[in-house]
């Protein structure tokens, strides 16, 4: 007889069948562990790139922040990374910052490029560009279009796959029907790609993770269609694209979702700290 891990109550995703003590969203001095820990389990989540926007046509998704966990000592300060802050200005889309609580380090995702090419996830610190930076398992660079523990940017493709994944591509032509590609699916979602063109634009969708799914691109025709969704965090969706501006990232480093034709791209989301004991 089959038993699924699914409906069975003894599984159970919490690490080591710990108990999940705190969830941290903010930077502290002051975080309280019980009296007698001396150890704690800590998965750690930088926060999310923010997507860029172009004068004509489309920018590229945020990478999604980096996720790291392990056993470390207690501390009562940490460290939570927002998310990069999504801009109207055509340009490369703001990284995400660090988070660490402890020895456990995770990196920002890098925003979208100054152009079509979606941001990196993060790792070990924060990427730039499409290729990804050392990762928490000490994985190699992934570069742009390839898979890894942290993966590289899309670049005219949909994004690759990993555990936090890059940022879909834009679309640069600003004519006929046009469609942007979507943000990597993993444990942390990278944002989607824009489109913008005089034609049918439809803006890519954000990646979806593990437990959130993430938001929708927008399709219309003219330039004022084509944003795309925002990639899920470890903790919620991504917002959905609205006209051509991109979707804010979920909580937990989500991707923000790429703008066309000068709209807003959508924010990276915030990073987290969730300690076991």
């Given at each position: 007889?089959?038993?699924?891990?699914?409906?069975?109550?003894?599984?159970?995703?919490?690490?080591?069948?710990?108990?999940?003590?705190?969830?941290?969203?903010?930077?502290?001095?002051?975080?309280?562990?019980?009296?007698?820990?001396?150890?704690?389990?800590?998965?750690?989540?930088?926060?999310?790139?923010?997507?860029?926007?172009?004068?004509?046509?489309?920018?590229?998704?945020?990478?999604?922040?980096?996720?790291?966990?392990?056993?470390?000592?207690?501390?009562?300060?940490?460290?939570?990374?927002?998310?990069?802050?999504?801009?109207?200005?055509?340009?490369?889309?703001?990284?995400?910052?660090?988070?660490?609580?402890?020895?456990?380090?995770?990196?920002?995702?890098?925003?979208?490029?100054?152009?079509?090419?979606?941001?990196?996830?993060?790792?070990?610190?924060?990427?730039?560009?499409?290729?990804?930076?050392?990762?928490?398992?000490?994985?190699?660079?992934?570069?742009?279009?390839?898979?890894?523990?942290?993966?590289?940017?899309g670049s005219g493709t949909t994004a690759p796959a990993g555990v936090s994944t890059g940022g879909g591509a834009g679309v640069a032509t600003a004519t006929g029907t046009q469609t942007a590609f979507a943000g990597g699916r993993g444990l942390v979602g990278g944002g989607g790609g824009a489109a913008g063109t005089s034609g049918t634009g439809?803006?890519?969708?954000?990646?979806?993770?593990?437990?959130?799914?993430?938001?929708?691109?927008?399709?219309?025709?003219?330039?004022?269609?084509?944003?795309?969704?925002?990639?899920?965090?470890?903790?919620?969706?991504?917002?959905?694209?609205?006209?051509?501006?991109?979707?804010?990232?979920?909580?937990?480093?989500?991707?923000?979702?790429?703008?066309?034709?000068?709209?807003?791209?959508?924010?990276?989301?915030?990073?987290?700290?969730?300690?076991?004991?």
């Open positions: 007889m089959s038993v699924s891990i699914y409906n069975n109550s003894s599984f159970t995703d919490s690490p080591y069948g710990l108990k999940l003590q705190q969830t941290i969203i903010a930077s502290s001095s002051s975080v309280v562990i019980h009296a007698g820990i001396q150890r704690v389990y800590a998965v750690v989540i930088g926060g999310g790139g923010a997507g860029s926007t172009q004068t004509t046509g489309g920018g590229g998704g945020g990478g999604a922040g980096g996720y790291s966990a392990g056993w470390t000592y207690v501390s009562t300060s940490v460290t939570v990374g927002t998310g990069g802050t999504g801009s109207s200005t055509a340009g490369a889309g703001a990284n995400g910052n660090p988070s660490i609580y402890g020895m456990i380090f995770a990196g920002g995702g890098s925003g979208g490029l100054n152009g079509t090419g979606g941001g990196a996830g993060g790792g070990a610190t924060t990427p730039t560009g499409n290729t990804s930076a050392i990762s928490y398992t000490a994985a190699p660079v992934a570069n742009a279009n390839v898979t890894g523990y942290a993966s590289g940017g439809t803006g890519g969708k954000g990646g979806d993770g593990d437990f959130y799914n993430g938001g929708t691109g927008t399709s219309g025709t003219g330039t004022s269609f084509g944003g795309g969704g925002g990639g899920a965090g470890i903790s919620s969706v991504g917002a959905n694209a609205s006209a051509n501006n991109g979707g804010n990232g979920g909580d937990g480093g989500g991707g923000g979702g790429a703008a066309s034709t000068l709209g807003t791209a959508g924010s990276g989301g915030r990073g987290e700290v969730r300690l076991y004991y």
